[in-house]
DNA sequence: TATTTATTGTGAAACAATTCACATATACAA
DNA sequence: TTGTATATGTGAATTGTTTCACAATAAATA
């Protein structure tokens, strides 16, 4: 009946991202004031199955009250923790290009708990310059500042072309989480992660999908 | 021997993802004059397993030379083929905001064949303004200008709070595929594709590997 | 307090994806 | 030609993920 938590279960990437979603909901369920929810309930909002949540959510504990379902606020609280982000955590943006900018700009990953600390650039019109608040940093200062600054997770968007060399320092400097914007496969250590938004990916999906009249599910 | 096209096989979404790392990673073999490439060196470049690369293609046809390998260009345009992207896709962007903008400026999806042909916005110092020789369209006319200029794909760069309507009107004008940035999950019919670009879910799976020292595969 | 109702938590079953392993085919060298 | 090396294409085996189905349990009701 009792969940303990012997260390090494194998969570997959599916539930891992499904737990994002299910966070989201009940932040907007909360929102809402409702108190609790069921599996099938949120399973609805979500477009999965009852088991799914349920078996999910298993995997970290078990979280429910049988005959009435889960309670929203804590169970929000539950997959923060899992999540890691009931904290701050200090990120860089490297790049304050198109995508850079926007991403500067976006407040609510600060809200989520995401704070943009520094951002960097190489193109000497841009250094110095501010951009919401937080001065452009010359990239050569990059290495000791992530650390002065105890960057935990960088964002990539810079030219592919220099992703490669960009990401070599940012490792040298000890971080271990990246999400990359560059269309190039970085190559990094074992102990480094590495999430890619390719945005090209998805409209190929797209494109498969129409031109072939897919039907997943 | 032969691998005839007998319709519907069940094609997964995880071998449509790798067509499209498959298809990078050809264009730049064709680049280095690469002639032919083998699964393996395939495989080695996209962190893959040779079999699982000579699966993924067994699906649609059989594209290589026993002893030597797959012929890059060929392979190439066999897959351009397979995802439909062997041709132009116009595609509309609603909402020019920080992605939007951000977005309409990157001249790669253009190249790749997904042009983007109308911009909308609903602010009026915005409509009427140029974007990269674009002009911005009151977001009022989108359901007619989408049908006359024969817009297949729709990306969503709009607050969550009018995502929704704004599908809505979208699924009217006929268009079955949508790339959306909005953090909200679209109802939409059954034979409209949605594809969600969520960096937060990104960031919160960053933060949980750091967080539970996650090791994938 | 007893009964009914709702819903969890979870092994087992079903289904899906990946990897193995090898027969088969081709290139190329001798 | 013939032989050797190489690498595909694919059923079968394995591994991973999702769904099923139901005992367990708590809440609500009488
Ligand atoms: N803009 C988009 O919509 C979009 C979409 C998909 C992918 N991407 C990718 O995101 C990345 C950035 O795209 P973008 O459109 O913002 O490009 P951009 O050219 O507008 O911005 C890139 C920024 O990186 C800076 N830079 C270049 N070399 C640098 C270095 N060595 N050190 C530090 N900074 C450096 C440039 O000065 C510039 O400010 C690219 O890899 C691109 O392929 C962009
Ligand atoms: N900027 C980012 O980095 C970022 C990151 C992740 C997700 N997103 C999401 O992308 C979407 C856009 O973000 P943004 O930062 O570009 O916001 P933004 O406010 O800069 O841009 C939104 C644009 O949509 C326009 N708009 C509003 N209502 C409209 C309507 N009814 N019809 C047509 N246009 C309308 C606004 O005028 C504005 O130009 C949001 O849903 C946001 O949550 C943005």
Same sequence: chains 1, 2.
């Avoid at 982000?85 to 926007?102: H, K, L, T």
């Avoid at 940093?137 to 992530?146: A, F, G, R, T, V």
């Avoid at 990246?178 to 999906?205: C, G, Q, W």
Wanted: proline share 3%.
């Amino acid at each position: 009946m009792v969940n303990r938590d012997t260390g090494k279960k194998k969570i997959s990437e599916s539930t891992i991202r499904r737990l994002s979603l299910y966070y989201r909901a009940l932040s907007l369920l909360e929102k809402e004031n409702y108190e609790t929810i069921s599996s099938r309930e949120l399973a609805k909002r979500e477009k999965l199955t009852p088991a799914q949540v349920r078996k999910d959510l298993s995997f970290f504990g078990s979280f429910g009250t049988r005959g009435l379902g889960y309670p929203v606020s804590e169970l929000k609280d539950r997959i923060a923790k899992i999540l890691g982000i009931n904290r701050i955590w200090n990120v860089a943006m490297i790049g304050v290009g198109n995508i850079g900018s926007a991403l500067v700009s976006y407040k609510e990953f600060q809200k989520q708990g995401f704070a943009i600390k520094l951002i960097f650039d190489n193109d000497q019109r841009k250094i110095g310059s501010n951009h919401k608040g937080l001065i452009v940093s010359d990239i050569k200062e990059m290495p000791h500042l992530l650390l002065e600054h105890n960057i935990e997770m960088v964002v990539l968007a810079v030219p592919a072309i220099v992703a490669q060399y960009i990401v070599d320092e940012v490792v040298q400097a000890g971080i271990k989480a990246i999400l990359n914007f560059a269309p190039i496969n970085l190559k990094v250590p074992d102990d480094v992660f590495v999430r890619n938004e390719n945005m090209s990916m998805e409209l190929e999906y797209l494109s498969f999908a129409i031109s072939n009249n897919y039907t997943p599910n």
